[in-house]
């Protein structure tokens, strides 16, 4: 292949092809925006024209309402109810023909309706009803729904000859067993859809099963094959559709519109030449520039190819020097040409080359900052496993020294029970020997405490009940109601509605919050504030807090509050396992536990506790 027809084949590669991809995107693209603007445009009109048509019955209705509201059927003999039906029927254009009707659908008295409306000047907008109208009349109405809901409007329907109509009812409100039916005309909807057809738009108007009623050029005959699809299909999901449909004159952007209120549907056409004339202006010209084009390579071809070696040597040149990591544009390459355009593409990838290699360099700093920070967070999860080994040790360590020491102190407590019945009650022996059993008692509920500390007494993993962790907290709250009245501490409690229960031991988690309000208590020995929260974090776990005002917590003394006989209060009298406690309850229920320290803020204990699975067993 000569070099000449490589720059013929690469100029239509890279002028011609784009062109024309262009150009055929361009086209659809705008027919598909075309569509959807003309066919919101459709929407828009079909929408009005369905509000215009639910008004219109809607109308009908409330006018009939009032009607049977203010005059007085149950009252006047049957000679003069004619003349009463005649008022209505005289004051509502829209009214073909009244009729009241027993509940066997038979007519009190004679319908009222007018042959030749035109030759009285006071019936002007009423439609002439003969025998065979006021049969069809007859055969609609909708008696039984008119009973049961006090008003009901009947399927539309077209008289032969005649424009749309319907028929609407209410029930006399006198008479449980009386309507009032009406025969409304919809002349205003063909007099719409007239209108919408003159402006270059057709329209027509279809029941809930689909049959045409009304059409904007007059009597049409049935609906094409994709229109009664759009038309099904609007219908059944009672929504707005748009969708290309064909007739027998052509391709037509059709919009349906439900009328929600009364099951009907409303479409509003315009033909897809008139629609989509833009885009076909595009695509022409698309065509037009592409000849254009191929006429231009030819005669450039040549000329281009004497003048393109040195140009392209350059590149070559600056190509070879990105390879090799230096990044410099393309110098001499100059000109208002397609080669010109070219140099300043190429340089301008050489640009997005050096621009990219830096951006790398800089994501592989970031993905180190993550690795080191995602290494801190791992660094933190041993510290915290590391602190569950050792609260574990401790805890079996004091599971085993209470155990010991749980039954001497039981034979002591029951012999200074009995040393304390032998002894009058007010000798100063008593008086010791009550001392030495309040001592014991003490001493046997630190004991007690030692116990809990053992995480294996909690680590029931998966067992236990479920149950609403508010009963739980109100209870321990409710236990330290006295205490926090004599500290002088205030309670402000927020407890969420609504959430989620949990698995496990109620007491435990009774235990928990105990514990971490006496603790809250021993951080403000003057009074204080104290505030308890609790809510749902997701729906898929409890979150509890207790934030106290009292003495911060020294930074470097947080790690340590969960271990056993720590403590941070200052002249501390009694062994500290209650934080110890809190955790070990915690770990055992699958939560954590967390505790912050600002200055001068007090402290605040987290606790989350994961929700009870959907269908946990209970033991």
């Known amino acids: 292949m000569s070099f000449r027809t490589k720059i013929w084949a690469a100029m239509a590669v890279a002028g011609i092809v784009p062109l024309l991809l262009l150009g055929v995107l361009s086209y659809s693209t705008g027919r598909r ?40 059927f149950d009252q006047l003999p049957r000679e003069e109810l004619s003349q009463v039906l005649a008022i209505p029927y005289r004051q509502l254009p829209f009214v073909n023909a009244l009729a009241l009707l027993d509940e066997k659908g038979q007519a009190v008295v004679p319908p009222v309706h007018e042959e030749n409306p035109g030759a009285h000047p006071e019936l002007a907008g009423h439609e002439s009803v003969g025998d065979a109208e006021l049969a069809l009349f007859a055969s609609h109405v909708p008696l039984a729904a008119a009973l049961k809901s006090g008003a009901a409007v009947g399927p539309p329907y077209r008289s032969p000859g005649r424009g749309p109509r319907v028929v609407v009812a209410v029930r006399v409100p006198s008479s449980a067993a009386q309507i009032l039916a009406a025969e409304v005309s919809l002349s205003e909807m063909q007099a719409r859809f007239s209108e919408l057809s003159a402006a270059g738009t057709t329209a027509f108007l279809v029941d809930a099963s689909g049959s045409l009623l009304a059409h904007g050029g007059g009597e049409q005959a049935a609906l094409s094959e994709t229109e009664s699809a759009l038309v099904k299909s609007g219908l059944a999901a009672s929504a707005s559709q748009v969708e290309l449909v064909r007739r027998d004159d052509g391709e037509w952007l059709a919009a349906f519109e439900p009328v929600q209120r009364l099951g009907w549907g409303i479409v509003v056409a315009e033909r897809g030449a008139s629609a989509f004339a833009a885009a076909n202006r595009v695509l022409n010209l698309t065509l037009l520039w592409g000849a254009l084009a191929v006429l231009l390579t ?87 496993i590391l602190r569950t080994r050792r609260l574990a040790a401790l805890g079996s360590l004091g599971a085993g020294v209470a155990h010991e020491l749980n039954n001497p102190l039981t034979s002591i407590l029951g012999l200074l029970t009995l040393l304390k019945r032998e002894l009058p009650p007010d000798s100063s022996q008593a008086e010791s020997i009550k001392i030495a059993l309040d001592q014991t008692k003490r001493v046997s509920k630190i004991v007690n405490d030692l116990r809990l500390v053992a995480a294996s007494e909690h680590a029931q993993a998966g067992k236990g009940k479920r149950f609403p962790p508010g009963s739980a907290v109100s209870a321990a709250l409710d236990s330290c109601a006295d205490q926090l009245r004599a500290g002088k501490v205030t309670l402000e409690s927020e407890l969420a509605n609504g959430l989620p229960d949990l698995l496990g031991d109620p007491l435990q988690i009774q235990q928990l ?38 003495k911060n917590i020294p930074p ?35 939560g954590k536990i967390a505790v912050e320290s600002p200055t001068g803020k007090g402290t605040t204990f987290t606790v989350l506790l994961p929700a009870a699975p959907a269908q946990a067993s209970i033991y």
């Open 556 to 590: 470097d003394q947080l790690e340590r509050v969960f271990d056993p006989f720590f403590s941070t209060q200052e002249n501390a009298t009694r062994l500290s396992v209650g934080l110890s406690v809190c955790h070990a309850i915690t770990e055992a229920h699958h």
């Open 298 to 384: 030819l005669a450039l071809g040549t000329f281009l190819a004497a003048s393109l070696t040195r140009p392209v040597k350059a590149l070559s040149l600056v190509a070879q020097a990105a390879t090799a990591g230096t990044y410099a544009p393309a110098k001499g390459v100059e000109g208002n040409d397609e080669l010109g355009a070219f140099a300043k593409a190429f340089n301008h990838m050489i640009e997005e080359i050096q621009r990219r290699d830096v951006e790398i360099r800089g994501w592989n700093e970031e993905l180190q900052q993550r690795v080191d920070q995602r290494t801190a967070e791992l660094k933190d999860a041993q510290d915290q």
């Open 513 to 550: 919050v105990t514990h971490l309000v006496q603790n809250a208590l021993g951080s403000m020995p003057d009074g204080g504030a104290l505030k308890v929260g609790l809510r749902a974090v997701d729906g898929e776990a409890v979150k509890l807090t207790v934030a106290d005002t009292g």
């Open 33 to 72: 925006e075309l569509g959807e603007t003309v066919g919101r445009l459709q929407a828009q009109s079909a929408r009005e024209v369905a509000r215009r048509c639910e008004r219109l019955v809607s109308d009908a209705v409330a006018n009939l309402k009032l009607s049977v509201s203010y005059l007085p």
